[in-house]
């Protein structure tokens, strides 16, 4: 057996179980990276040192979660290709840290992590399917509909509790502006506006996770930190809390909107940087709008906005002459 | 005219009004089958025979319901061998005995329940539709939409009045383990939750529907009690609270979804085996996930649960090389 | 250059500034008529009329949005029929005249009003690629869509204020007849029905609006004013409160529906008619039911009971032969 360094992963040769151990784990990297639309298993593990750095327990959280996905989707046989670019990790590896993050940690708790991330699999196979009449693509969608799904029955299974994180339900009310932007809160919510991609609000694992996307991709990095300074700048505008804003509340939907329109989905170009403004733009209030459509569930957006609004500019594109989509996979 | 017993019912050959009506009754009666997925008149006759016998009220909605709505598909000239299969009359049926059970009786709401029995078959042909585009089966979406469309107007509508049965409206929050359950518990539940497809919370409505099950299909009647089992052995295990429990409430959706993919829509196998009951479980959660989100409104789940995971459970299969669709009628 | 009359509206042939401008306004005004599906720039004169009447503010913004939704898709190269017969001019139209009409003026908000209307553009873009699956139309879904979004987005934007218009948010609740329904109700309600499919509770208002119809379309004008007077008897029947049903509030999705089916999409004849009189019933309803669900978000519903019942309807339609749909353009 022989392992090769390629430009984006590792590829190992031949056969046998550490043949297929190297594969499997550079999957999971894979899976890890296609968090931020990476399929790169090097930047899958800069994102994974940027978690481990703020929590080993959260590091922990996305390796499991991205290596169950991962394994109960090679064990219904699915689509080889898709598999190997890491599409049945990066959903697992988010609900994983996403339950640890709320909810109360425990036996039953990794228990229900194990099966969500499974079922998130089930449901990313399913979303493919339901997906492709549009050619569009799934994005993070079963990450949010299996996470919440699990959140609102903490309101019905007495052995799960959530912790104080997660939002407490309430009628969404009108609000005045909160607090005063200043220059750190600018720098500290660029910075943990990438980082709440993975729910770290660290700037330093905002670092990390921007070494990772410039190491899969130039464009995917600088677009990342745009999109995050334009949701920013879009919240401060509008009067948002300030806490919400230094903490990246308003960016990290906004940041991977931008590494989608503006690296992934479309050629570069003029049309798609200004397509791509107005994508974030747009992940921005739709942020706002859903975290407080969800209010009264005391659920949380998590990264639906982002989910929706691409959908959107991917769906609307073909209309458009000027746009031109990269060909597909 | 001569009348046969087939396999599945019966048929009048020759015309005139006289086989017009047995057609019509056997339509009626495949209609109450289809509600669990049989087009298997005899097992409409049990389900009848069923809810009559918890409560004749309940049991004419179900005749009148499946009888209206199948009459509007007739009227509106709807492809005969989806009509003749029941298609059209298991909405009308599950709209009927819904709208008599949370609404308050009257002439008004007798004529509300004719209305929505006709308009869940507009319903019925306009998802036919939809879901065509994936080969995906509508199974009760109709019902759940036109009943609760139906059941929101009632506060704005002075004259339509809800019983004390209708969930009153309030926030989610986090819940305590409630009572403790024993082995009546899991008796009462496990048929209960039977019978709670048609919301009958009777164990002995439940034995009936099983029987109407088992005449049709054994493998259906076979993995109804197992559904349900699991429904209620997920609910105990996570905490649920026992008179929920008791009362089958964690059971009709985890069984639908369990006669669904492990008799219906699948071969039978190892690996339909598996995902059967994985899909049983993600049932139970999405119940407790969708009974919390419909909180706010004071709205039940009734069988969305069982419609949103066996649709994901069918779309995600052609991406999983293990599962073998049953092929298409 | 020279412009000629034609039945629906101008054409100017040779090109220039002056022709390219005459085309713009022509083509806006078929926009502010597409808002009741009229693509007829008389009618769009007389709409915009009726809502400067009532308010020269509304009236602005009713130009305003239409002009800019129109401009953005330009921009961005849409397909020049849709573009041309106004199909990217009324959502915005209609976004402009509600963030005016929920939203406290200013510099801000005309800004939001501008940024709205052309993110409509894009998602009306986005719908037609998603309809054209089914070959449904789209209708004001992303007026919806955009509108909803940008009030929910009040929750969290302490710069964006919402007027006292907007329904504050609660759970739904029984309710008990409230007010009686006289003459008066009647006749201001059936006006006013039609005029508040622009937020214009005036009976004269909905009076220029029928006149735009029926220079339009004859069956169109009959159809809005019997889908007005269907919903006010509906809900007068079902005890809805009567101011509401004076101002209007349960007939403007009923006469959209009613224009929609029995003049638009469908070939006139018996069928149709009574199609077209379920729908409106329907719509009806879903009003009620989706205010009611709107309610904790302390939202309007809008035209959504609109567009969600003649979608159902346009979908059901290919399972009745009795029903023929109009040839798509």
Request: with cysteine; net charge positive.
């Amino acid at each position: 057996m022989t392992i090769r360094l390629s430009r984006t992963g590792l590829a190992a040769d031949g056969q046998g179980p550490l043949a297929a151990f190297v594969t499997f784990v550079d999957t999971v990297l894979r899976g890890v990276g296609q968090v931020m639309l990476q399929n790169n298993s090097y930047a899958g593990l800069l994102f994974l040192a940027g978690v481990f750095y703020n929590s080993p327990l959260f590091g922990s959280a996305v390796l499991l979660g991205a290596a169950t996905s991962t394994a109960t989707a090679r064990l219904l046989a699915a689509e080889p290709a898709q598999l190997r670019a890491g599409l049945f990790g990066f959903n697992g590896a988010l609900v994983a840290v996403a339950l640890m993050y709320f909810l109360q940690p425990g036996v039953l708790t990794w228990a229900v992590v194990i099966f969500a991330a499974a079922a998130s699999s089930v449901l990313m196979a399913a979303m493919l399917t339901l997906m492709k009449v549009w050619k569009a693509p799934v994005l993070t969608a079963p990450f949010v509909f299996t996470t919440l799904c699990v959140f609102l029955a903490t309101a019905r299974f007495g052995r799960l509790q959530s912790t104080d994180q997660l939002p407490t339900a309430g009628l969404p009310h009108a609000v005045t502006v909160e607090g005063v932007v200043t220059g750190s809160t600018v720098v500290e919510g660029l910075l943990s506006g990438v980082a709440q991609v993975f729910f770290q609000a660290s700037p330093i694992t905002g670092g990390l996770f921007l070494a990772g996307l410039l190491v899969s991709s130039r464009q995917a990095g600088a677009a990342a930190l745009a999109g995050s300074l334009i949701g920013l700048m879009v919240a401060w505008g509008m009067g948002a809390a300030e806490p919400a804003i230094r903490a990246g509340a308003f960016g990290f939907n906004a940041a991977l909107t931008a590494i989608a329109l503006a690296s992934v989905f479309f050629r570069p170009g003029v049309a798609t940087l200004a397509y791509a403004v107005l994508g974030a733009v747009a992940a921005t209030v739709a942020y706002a709008a859903l975290s407080a459509a969800l209010a009264p569930l005391g659920m949380p957006a998590l990264t639906l906005p982002f989910v929706v609004v691409v959908w959107v500019f991917v769906l609307a594109a073909p209309a458009f002459s000027r746009l031109q989509r990269v060909a597909e996979d």
